[in-house]
């Protein structure tokens, strides 16, 4: 089987070319989880199958690196629309991409060397009722609310871009206190998995810098800490300006590099704009029964 490893900001998937790779839908889990090790496969947050759309262009088909299938990737979906283009697949740099039934507009700006450097993608408008992300409230909205995770009680704030986010902002008194320090693999599991998030959910820790700049680590559902998370970048500036801390338009500062994103609320959309880049092509010889 072929395939492309790319990544937005680190955030690193492998993508295989579903217009010529079939693989049986059972077989899919088992060959994500493999694939995405980092030790005995090739490496990777997950997985995503680049298949012909049915009410867009292109269908990203993303799983996690536990093998479970998810909603959305916002950095996924920007490396989508660099492979389409680069490997001949469109020669529109306005395109459409579904995922989970979600169609996304996307336009894509070529770099010198006339392959796609960066993507802005319309991430349509944040989900905020708490049924509809979904997280356990008595409230219809979770905005700066108390949850106790692991002995400690947190302010969260709780949005979905197609998928759910839980965005906690770090308030800390501690002189020159720096995020890289925070224990997220200790703290992160305990988020995903708490009973308030029927369907678990993507953790976003946050420190605010200034009304257009912020810090932000993730621990992503199924995967654990990624490098970024472009869903997670939208929530978090969604978040922000619930919570009047920054202004519409921010980059997210993340340990994988920068994505900017901006909550149109007049229209009432988020668009997220960042880089896409090819790693390497490879094949590899799938396991008996794949």
Same mark, same amino acid.
């Given at each position: 089987? &072929?395939?492309?490893k790319?990544?937005?900001?680190?955030?690193d998937?492998?993508?295989?070319?579903?217009?010529?790779?079939?693989?049986?839908?059972?077989?899919?889990?088992?060959?994500?989880?493999?694939?995405?090790?980092?030790?005995?496969?090739?490496?990777?947050?997950?997985?995503?199958?680049?298949?012909?759309g049915?009410?867009?262009?292109?269908?990203m088909?993303?799983?996690?690196?536990?093998?479970?299938r998810?909603?959305?990737?916002?950095?996924?979906?920007?490396?989508?629309?660099?492979?389409?283009?680069?490997y001949?697949?469109?020669?529109?740099?306005?395109?459409?991409?579904?995922?989970?039934?979600?169609?996304?507009?996307?336009?894509?700006?070529?770099?010198?060397?006339?392959?796609?450097?960066?993507?802005?993608?319309?991430m349509?408008?944040p989900?905020?009722?708490?049924?509809?992300?979904?997280?356990?409230?008595?409230?219809?909205?979770?905005?700066?609310?108390?949850?106790?995770?692991?002995?400690?009680?947190?302010?969260?704030?709780?949005?979905?871009?197609?998928?759910?986010?839980?965005v906690?902002?770090?308030?800390?008194?501690?002189?020159?206190?720096?995020?890289?320090?925070?224990?997220?693999?200790?703290?992160?599991?305990?988020?995903?998995?708490?009973?308030?998030?029927?369907?678990?959910?993507?953790?976003?820790?946050?420190q605010?810098?200034? &009304?257009?700049?912020?810090?932000?680590?993730?621990?992503?559902?199924?995967?654990?800490?990624?490098?970024?998370?472009?869903?997670?970048?939208?929530?978090t500036?969604?978040?922000?300006?619930?919570?009047?801390?920054?202004d519409?338009?921010?980059t997210?500062?993340?340990?994988?590099?920068?994505?900017?994103?901006?909550?149109?609320?007049?229209?009432?959309?988020?668009?997220?704009?960042?880089?896409?880049?090819?790693?390497?092509?490879g094949?590899?010889?799938?396991?008996?029964?794949m």
């Amino acid at each position: 089987m &072929k395939f492309t490893k790319m990544h937005g900001c680190g955030n690193d998937y492998i993508y295989v070319n579903g217009f010529v790779e079939q693989i049986a839908a059972k077989c899919k889990p088992e060959l994500v989880r493999w694939l995405s090790d980092r030790h005995f496969g090739i490496g990777g947050d997950g997985v995503i199958f680049i298949n012909p759309g049915k009410s867009a262009n292109f269908e990203m088909e993303m799983y996690n690196a536990d093998g479970t299938r998810a909603q959305m990737c916002g950095n996924g979906i920007r490396c989508v629309a660099k492979y389409v283009y680069d490997y001949g697949l469109t020669n529109q740099t306005n395109i459409t991409i579904e995922s989970f039934g979600q169609v996304k507009y996307l336009t894509l700006v070529l770099g010198e060397d006339g392959k796609v450097s960066t993507v802005r993608v319309n991430m349509g408008a944040p989900i905020l009722a708490a049924s509809q992300i979904p997280v356990v409230s008595k409230n219809e909205q979770v905005v700066d609310e108390d949850i106790t995770v692991d002995g400690k009680t947190f302010k969260m704030t709780c949005v979905s871009m197609g998928n759910p986010h839980a965005v906690v902002f770090l308030q800390c008194a501690v002189q020159n206190f720096d995020i890289k320090n925070f224990d997220i693999e200790k703290i992160g599991p305990h988020f995903e998995n708490h009973p308030r998030f029927p369907e678990r959910t993507n953790t976003e820790f946050v420190q605010v810098i200034d &009304k257009n700049n912020v810090h932000m680590r993730v621990w992503e559902r199924g995967t654990g800490e990624t490098l970024a998370c472009g869903t997670g970048c939208c929530a978090t500036v969604v978040a922000c300006v619930l919570n009047g801390l920054t202004d519409t338009k921010v980059t997210v500062k993340v340990l994988g590099g920068e994505i900017l994103c901006e909550w149109d609320r007049t229209e009432n959309i988020v668009y997220m704009t960042g880089p896409a880049e090819t790693v390497f092509d490879g094949e590899i010889k799938l396991q008996e029964g794949m």
